[in-house]
């Protein structure tokens, strides 16, 4: 394996944090090629040659904040920006344009040339909006703005709902919300002339923010989940009265959505292709439920119920279950390997598990904190983590790569952040002080 760092890109701001790194930095692959997005610049780099292709900069505004206006009166700007369509060779990317609006720039793949550029203004209230803002500066009602993970489909999303949050302050406190209404707002353009293709408000699709950063047209809430055909528009939907819907996760061409239901005192998951018919649906007791989360493999499901109990099932059968302490981030398994399971904060550590009777057979504890930010790459049985060695943020983390079929693993780069994975490999902001974007080749020699 190798690292290679791409040199000529802009140099980063040194005076940023470990974690004030991903604040406007987003990386999207194309096959051997990865896009780089920053707020004064985008490019398109070879994962071959490290070399940049092209590199296009820019002085427009851009974030959630405008010194002069008030922060609570733009689109906000909280998921992915960035979408990369390999069949029409077409990059686009959204930013901050005015107070009320986002622009969206789409451009030729292969030369960073504009194609074309659309500006989204921010519709007036919804009826369901407070009539006046709570307190000096409060939102009347949210909205954020962020586009699909969609290979083919190029949609950009708004999420608009009603004020979540109170604020105290010596003159005033206000800790009561309004009753909770949402609807997410989307729009299909055709890549390369930015023609409209359909567009849609669907009432009540509710998402958070996990969802905001890798939204496929999966969406649960109360009673209710559903699939949106990112390429139609159309919608389809299953109704559980009771239950709460977990996250949603796609794994391969079927969705899974995760329950409970606190009355009957049950979870499982339901298991969906894209027009919503049952694959299959799965449940078995279980109390003192907060929230629950499904992590799909190739050789089974497991099932995350609140922070740290993990339930293994396999064909649809509860096989075993365990805790693994603080916080669970990821699970993930090949056909002939144990369960392995990465959990994040003070004493995060990454564990594993007999896949027969539960029985733990890792557990390696970093120096400071646990394994959160973990890439699994199936076909070469490894997975590549970043690991936080020191309490302090000005310190940058190490590279680890371990290998899931021996146990072994290995420190092989600094690394302040891993910014995105690809086929053989991960793109990572590498470097003590001179920091530079970088990545690693896992089929590479050294």
């Not at 105290?168 to 309004?178: G, I, K, L, R, W």
Request: aromatic residues 12%.
């Amino acid at each position: 394996m190798k690292t290679l760092a791409f040199d000529s890109l802009p140099p980063f701001d040194e005076s940023l944090t470990r974690d004030d790194i991903l604040g406007d930095l987003e990386v999207m692959t194309a096959g051997d090629h990865c896009f780089v997005r920053k707020t004064d610049f985008l490019a398109l780099c070879s994962l071959k040659t490290g070399k940049v292709n092209w590199c296009v900069t820019r002085n427009a505004p851009d974030g959630n904040v405008d010194p002069s206006i008030d922060v609570f009166s733009s689109l906000l700007f909280w998921g992915t920006r960035l979408w990369v369509g390999l069949k029409d060779q077409v990059v686009a990317e959204i930013f901050y344009d005015a107070p009320e609006s986002a622009k969206l720039v789409a451009r030729c793949m292969r030369t960073g040339k504009v194609l074309w550029e659309y500006v989204h203004q921010r519709p007036p209230l919804e009826p369901w909006a407070e009539e006046k803002p709570a307190w000096p500066g409060a939102p009347q009602e949210e909205a954020f703005v962020f586009l699909a993970r969609s290979e083919n489909n190029l949609v950009l999303c708004l999420h608009r709902r009603t004020r979540c949050s109170g604020m105290s302050t010596s003159e005033f406190t206000v800790f009561d919300t309004p009753p909770f209404q949402c609807q997410t707002e989307l729009y299909s353009f055709e890549p390369t002339s930015g023609a409209l293709r359909w567009s849609k408000v669907q009432i009540g699709l509710r998402l958070n923010n996990l969802e905001w950063k890798n939204f496929k047209g999966l969406w649960g809430n109360d009673g209710q989940a559903g699939w949106l055909d990112l390429d139609s528009g159309v919608v389809c939907t299953i109704e559980k009265g009771g239950c709460c819907f977990g996250m949603p996760t796609l794994y391969g061409e079927l969705g899974y959505f995760p329950w409970f239901d606190k009355k009957s005192k049950s979870i499982g998951y339901i298991r969906v292709n894209q027009h919503m018919e049952v694959d299959c649906d799965f449940s078995w007791n279980e109390k003192s439920v907060r929230n629950i989360r499904v992590w799909p493999t190739n050789s089974g499901v497991a099932i995350q119920v609140n922070d740290q109990k993990v339930i293994w099932t396999t064909a649809d059968e509860r096989v075993w279950e365990q805790r693994a302490k603080p916080y669970v981030y990821n699970v993930f398994a090949t056909d002939d390997s144990d369960i392995f399971v990465a959990t994040d904060g003070a004493g995060g550590r990454l564990l594993g598990f007999d896949r027969t009777d539960g029985n733990e057979t890792l557990n390696f504890r970093p120096v400071f904190c646990g394994l959160g930010d973990t890439n699994f790459f199936e076909e070469a049985q490894i997975a590549v983590a970043s690991v936080a060695m020191k309490k302090s943020h000005w310190v940058p983390s190490q590279l680890l790569i371990f290998n899931t079929e021996t146990k072994s693993m290995d420190f092989v780069s600094s690394c302040w952040n891993i910014l995105g994975p690809w086929s053989r490999g991960v793109v990572f902001v590498s470097g003590e002080k001179d920091r530079r974007i970088a990545f690693l080749d896992l089929n590479a020699l050294s």
